[in-house]
């Protein structure tokens, strides 16, 4: 095999070993990850090499055994490579077999760990409900409308980089999480007003290691979108406001629409902040009902360009919409 061949194969193996790891850590659909490429690989080889390099980046990886996804998600992977591999006929791994055995008579709880692998490096690790919606809320799990926001802030640094931020409906926090990681504001405020939502979100903020200590000083609030008084805006003093995937409702998008209309007529000319929304456009009444309510609140927006780099795996087919507010 020529040089610039064998390079480039070992180039689609690297991104192909990425690609497991960024799904399997973030609970990936399965039928996504790139299959294909590792039955071609056996057959081609007549090796289990590359089988048992997915499972060090995966479920020996020491990652999985800090932050491990559910008990049945690595139960139903490692199912999928065992059968491609006993398909091929190539040499049977036992590490392979070992690591199915220690998930197989493993107690499924009703959380588990997702992580999402940050390109500088590192991961945003939270602990997340099973259930799409949990105790009354839909703050327990990430939404794809996070997960872009992140993206987006991830290449627009220079927005947060030594500012206040306010995140509204922070819910799992995987957005707030990856701005402190990797966009060096000043200060943070995560904020909810569901008292579970608060309890898990001051559990994942701890657990990626930030505290009023860190730097960024970062806090974790209860806040109520139709009981904060201008007042209280003015002392937490954002120079810049984010939420993700929170008009999904019209009562509480007309709440919502009410709390950034005082945001901004509260703040002086020099002290406007940055205030950023992003959706997830589930239904196209409810999210044009609060664009509606935010012109009768005399509150205008821009749409902002799409993130250019897929950082973290979600479905791109979904209608997500970020917009810039202004004055």
């Not at 180039?11 to 790891?21: H, P």
């Not at 500088?120 to 939404?143: F, K, Y």
Request: aromatic content about 8%.
């Amino acid at each position: 095999m020529a040089l610039s061949e064998r390079s480039s194969v070992q180039g689609s193996v690297k991104e192909v070993l990425r690609e497991f790891q960024v799904s399997f850590f973030a609970l990936t659909r399965l039928p996504s990850f790139p299959w294909t490429f590792v039955e071609k690989d056996l057959q081609s080889s007549g090796s289990s090499e590359l089988i048992s390099q997915v499972l060090k980046q995966t479920c020996l990886h020491p990652l999985c055994r800090k932050f491990p996804p559910s008990v049945r998600y690595r139960r139903l992977f490692l199912s999928q490579l065992i059968r491609r591999l006993e398909a091929s006929g190539c040499e049977p791994l036992d590490e392979l077999y070992d690591a199915l055995a220690e998930v197989v008579g493993a107690e499924e709880t009703m959380e588990c760990y997702k992580s999402y692998l940050l390109p500088a490096g590192g991961a945003v690790s939270l602990m997340e409900n099973i259930a799409l919606i949990s105790e009354g809320t839909t703050g327990l799990v990430t939404w794809e409308a996070a997960l872009y926001l992140a993206e987006w802030a991830l290449e627009n640094q220079q927005v947060f980089t030594g500012r206040t931020v306010l995140e509204l409906g922070s819910g799992a926090g995987l957005t707030g999480i990856t701005v402190c990681r990797s966009c060096s504001p000043k200060r943070f405020i995560f904020s909810d007003c569901h008292s579970t939502v608060l309890q898990k979100l001051r559990d994942n903020v701890r657990l990626n290691g930030l505290s009023e200590q860190t730097t960024p000083a970062v806090s974790v609030e209860k806040l109520d979108w139709t009981a904060i008084s201008e007042e209280e805006l003015r002392e937490i003093g954002a120079d810049v406001i984010i939420a993700a995937d929170v008009v999904y409702d019209p009562d509480i998008a007309g709440s919502l629409a009410k709390l950034l209309s005082i945001v901004l007529r509260c703040s002086s000319a020099e002290g406007l902040p940055q205030v950023f929304i992003c959706s997830t456009i589930r239904n196209l009444e409810t999210y044009g009902g609060f664009k509606q309510q935010l012109e009768a609140e005399g509150v205008g927006h821009e749409v902002i360009p799409a993130p250019v780099n897929h950082v973290f795996p979600y479905n791109r087919q979904s209608a997500i919409e970020l917009i810039k507010l202004r004055r």
